[in-house]
C-alpha cells in the first residue's frame, strides 16, 4: 500500500496513535480506542494468508531457486501430499533423491526462513502419516505463522502498524 492509500484509511477513521511497550498498537475509531496484540495480529494476518494462498496469489517467485534437502520420510510426504505446500503457496519440483528446488514461498513467509518452515511442514505432514493430514497441516500453519509473525518487543514502523490495524478492521475482526 502507499502512503497515499493509508491516509485515505486514516480519513476513513483508523487512526494509528502509536505503540505501547513495542507491543500494543494503539488504535482510535469511532471514538473508541483500541490495543491491538502487534504478535498476534500480524500471527493470525500471516496464518489466514497461508490458508488462501495460492488461490488468493500469494506466492513471490524466487530468482535463484532454494535447494533443500529433507529427510526420506519427508520426501515419502511431499511426494504423496505435496498439495498440501503447494496450496499455501510453495512453487517447488524435485532434484534428486530427497533434495527439493524452492522456487517460489508463501508470500507472508521471509524468504529467509522459507527453507526451514517447508521443512517443518513437510515433516508435520510426514508425522501425519495420512491421518487426520487436513488438521495437522492447519496446526502446523498456525505454528508456521507464528514463527513468521513480528514477535513482541520489536519496534516497527507507523506504517506497519497501521497496515496491520487496516487489515484487522477490515476484515472486522475487531
Given amino acids: 500500500d502507499t502512503a497515499n492509500q493509508l491516509l485515505q484509511r486514516v480519513k476513513q477513521g483508523i487512526t494509528v496513535i502509536g505503540e505501547a511497550f513495542n507491543s500494543y ?24 494468508s497461508l490458508k488462501k494462498g495460492k488461490k488468493e496469489g500469494g506466492t513471490q517467485l524466487l530468482l535463484m531457486p532454494l535447494t533443500v534437502n529433507v529427510a526420506a520420510e519427508e520426501a515419502f510426504a511431499i511426494a504423496e501430499y505435496g498439495e498440501y505446500l503447494e496450496s499455501t503457496g510453495f512453487v517447488f519440483e524435485e532434484f534428486g533423491t530427497n533434495t527439493y528446488l524452492i522456487r517460489g514461498v508463501p508470500s507472508e ?30 496446526r502446523a500453519l498456525y505454528t508456521a505463522a507464528c514463527k513468521a509473525a513480528v514477535k513482541a518487543g520489536t519496534k516497527t514502523s507507523k506504517l506497519s502498524s497501521t497496515m496491520i490495524a487496516d487489515i484487522l478492521f477490515s476484515d472486522e475482526a475487531v
Fill in 25 to 48: 498498537i494503539i488504535v482510535e475509531r469511532d471514538n473508541t480506542l483500541y490495543l491491538i496484540d502487534k504478535h498476534a495480529a500480524h500471527e493470525r494476518i500471516i496464518y489466514e
Fill in 109 to 138: 513467509i521471509d524468504i529467509d526462513t522459507a527453507e526451514q518452515t517447508f521443512v517443518y511442514l513437510a515433516g508435520q505432514i510426514a508425522k501425519a502419516g495420512g491421518k487426520a493430514i487436513g488438521d495437522i497441516f492447519d
